[in-house]
């Protein structure tokens, strides 16, 4: 059992980020909103977003019924052998997930949708006044997220006292965020790309001209997309961390209390720590945005070290080695986010080289942007991999499954201050929308240069949060691949039969599991870019025809407006149309080779998609991010700037790379980590029932 004291640091933690939250989020609401057009467009985005939340999670809701009815029946093990109880709590924690990952979504929606007006009208002030509303309206949903997080896997916990409980509801998390980072990734690329060629390929009009039909559904996709689909994504992420650390902790014979105890400290620290920072961001009158957030990132880091290292020192059991695994998945987490800064600000010589590139056309667009893209993985990558071996070596004088729940710790410090992460990512998306509105509601060029600032703020650290949440998937995984190394090691022990002690890849069949979880990603990747190139051709069919048809929109005539909700139900019906079917292909793959293969054909498959997904995410996240700084380089009055042919070619690039970086990119992560858990959930039937 965790010492109540333990619990009590984390309820305390909790409640004054709620505090926290509700007040920024009233901050945020008593600032000046009256522009009439503004709120007007700003409407449309809320109601299109929940309209679209609403279709998304009834679907959802059907498919985690339908998943919870499974568990209950065979999870932990088969209903029928008398455990009733077991597989109650785990359908129940499963469905708890699900619900704390939908809220956290919406509570996401509603502040980014009250905050962007309110930003966009700030800018008229100045960048000091706007970036402080935008970064104050991110930050309620990244502490909010945490707070709930916490609260579940602490809830889940103490009801139960069985970590493996946990799994379940890490699936519950990582399930729903699966289904709504896919929807909301396809949904928001679909208009963004229409959006694009649409209007500023085709008929050179601004990126926000309200005579574009798809402009509205663009503001509402960021806020589905990037909004509550990341929110989704990383409060999984950080479950996800927790409960294979909790999972790994009960084996540890004589530590367990001790371990399960630094995961809750330390993920309070966190919280903490991201409570200081947010409260700590500043910028100065004419300052630099992106420098203002990795500034409070930074401040965010240096208090959680200093206060973990207080608490190691003090509360006894704590040890040295675990607090040292913890703090450098932490800074390898900063040093990740440091190498995608490099390769996608635009401040910087790589976005600079891709913009320079466009001068000759759309195919070196592509092709610059995608080799900087590869090589951009590989720092992160090497990241990974050293905190994982760092993490592990560290830990292995204290036993084998020490270093495991190192490296498992290694993701807790990774993810420590995810509060601020998340508070940054959905900064991107707020002050995104405030750029849209600023030009809709006719606030001047200064105020669009000014939104125009936050947003190229927002599109680089958005790729830094985005190789923030991989790299921190990675090393999930990797303690999640320890969990299930646990679980099939308790059924194996109950029956009797030799333990495994890992996965050797010249066993063919842990090969054959290793090339078929390799290849997973890329089709699951491919099945969400189709997606939206379908729906973004049925769209731009669309904005032609209201071009063509209604008399006055092109020339953009007084009193003409276009039709924004016939473009809003198409990204709609398309989005929920492709949502379900990538998510059920990597779940029913795992299923399968488990019962061809074994708990070895499993141990591979997961090697295999650990190493192909993180790869892939990386570079598409990186990519993404670079193409888009490339555009709007050149839109800042480089390389020709606006109109010229290497803004057209740069415009073609940042289409390419839209649904790699907030469609395929960032769900890979969360693809990675479900079939982990499907992995660790269905181990005993692995064991009892497969093939070879």
């Given amino acids: 059992m965790v010492p109540s004291f333990i619990y009590a640091i984390c309820f305390l933690a909790i409640i004054v980020a709620f505090a926290f939250a509700a007040y920024l989020y009233l901050w945020v609401k008593q600032q000046k909103a009256v522009n009439k057009e503004i709120l007007r467009v700003s409407r449309l985005i809320k109601d299109g977003a929940n309209t679209f939340m609403a279709r998304e999670y009834k679907i959802l ?29 785990m359908a129940l924690a499963y469905i708890a997930g699900t619900i704390l990952s939908a809220i956290a979504g919406k509570i ?23 970036f402080l509303v935008g970064f104050r309206g991110g930050a309620v949903m990244g502490l909010a997220v945490v707070g709930f997080c916490l609260l579940g896997v602490m809830a889940v916990l103490m009801i139960t006292s069985d970590a493996s409980i946990l799994l379940g509801f890490s699936f519950g998390a990582s399930s729903l965020a699966l289904f709504a980072k896919a929807g909301g990734g396809i949904f928001t690329k679909t208009a963004d790309v229409s959006a694009d060629l649409t209007g500023k390929v085709e008929l050179g009009i601004p990126e926000d001209d309200p005579r574009n039909p798809a402009v509205i559904a663009d503001n509402v996709g960021d806020n589905v997309g990037d909004v509550a689909g990341m929110g989704a994504d990383l409060f999984d992420s950080n479950v996800a961390a927790m409960t ?29 720590a991201s409570i200081l920072g947010i ?44 607090w040292g ?95 601020m992460i998340i508070g940054n990512d959905a900064y991107g998306p707020i002050v995104d929308n405030a750029r849209g509105l600023a030009e809709m509601g006719g606030l001047g060029e200064e105020t669009i240069r000014i939104a125009d600032e936050l947003d190229s703020a927002g599109n680089t650290v958005k790729a830094v949060t985005k190789g923030f949440s991989i790299g921190a998937a990675g090393l999930t995984v990797i303690s999640l ?73 092109k020339e953009g005539k007084p009193g003409v407006k276009a039709d924004y909700d016939k473009c809003i139900d198409i990204a709609t019906t398309g989005a929920l149309r492709e949502l379900i079917p990538a998510g059920a292909m990597a779940i029913l793959s795992t299923i399968i080779v488990g019962f061809i293969g074994g708990v070895l054909a499993i141990g591979g498959f997961l090697l295999g998609n650990i190493v192909s997904g993180l790869l892939l995410a990386l570079f598409m996240s990186n990519a993404g991010g670079l193409w888009d700084n490339s555009k709007k380089y050149i839109e800042a009055g480089n390389e020709g700037g606006k109109g010229s042919k290497a803004h057209k070619a740069a415009v073609t690039g940042d289409t390419v790379g839209d649904p790699f970086k907030d469609t395929a990119g960032p769900s890979i992560n969360t693809q990675i980590t479900v079939v982990s858990l499907v992995a660790s959930l269905l181990s005993s039937l692995f064991v009892a029932l497969s093939i070879f």
């Avoid at 961001?281 to 206060?307: C, D, E, H, M």
């Fill in 108 to 130: 996401g929606i509603l502040v980014a949708t009250l905050a962007n007006a309110r930003t966009a009208e700030a800018a008229e002030k100045g960048i000091k006044p706007a």
């Fill in 244 to 272: 294979s650390a909790l999972v790994i902790s009960q084996s540890l014979t004589g530590y367990e209390q001790a371990g399960a105890s630094m995961v809750f400290c330390y993920s309070a620290l966190g919280l903490i």
């Fill in 325 to 419: 695994a913890s703090t450098v998945g932490l800074l390898v987490g900063v040093v990740i986010g440091l190498t995608t800064d490099y390769f996608t600000d635009d401040s910087k010589p790589i976005v600079q080289k891709v913009a320079k590139a466009s001068q000759s056309g759309s195919a070196f667009t592509v092709l610059s942007g995608v080799s900087y893209g590869f090589i951009s993985a590989l720092p992160a990558m090497i990241g990974i991999a050293v905190s994982a071996l760092v993490a592990y070596k560290l830990c292995e004088p204290m036993g084998t499954t020490y270093a495991l729940f190192g490296i498992a710790m290694a993701a807790v410090g990774m993810l420590s201050i995810v509060g």
């Fill in 279 to 322: 409260a700590s961001a500043r910028i100065g009158k004419n300052g630099n945005p992106t420098k203002a957030l990795n500034s409070s990132t930074y401040v965010t880091t240096g208090i959680f070290v200093l206060l973990s290292a207080l608490a190691t020192y003090l509360i006894e059991g704590f040890d040295w080695r675990i």
């Fill in 61 to 89: 809701t059907i498919f985690a019924g339908v998943a919870a009815i499974i568990i209950f029946l065979i999870l932990p093990q088969p209903i029928w052998q008398g455990k009733f109880l077991d597989n109650l709590s």
């Fill in 481 to 553: 691949l320890g969990a299930y190394m646990s679980e099939v090691n308790a059924t194996l022990a109950s029956l009797g039969r030799e333990l495994i002690t890992g996965f050797d890849i010249m066993d063919p069949t842990v090969f054959f599991g290793v090339l078929i979880g390799a290849a997973v990603p890329a089709v699951f990747s491919a099945m969400l870019i189709l997606g939206v190139d379908k729906n973004a051709q049925r769209m731009v069919a669309e904005i032609h025809r209201q071009f063509r048809e209604i008399k006055g929109l």
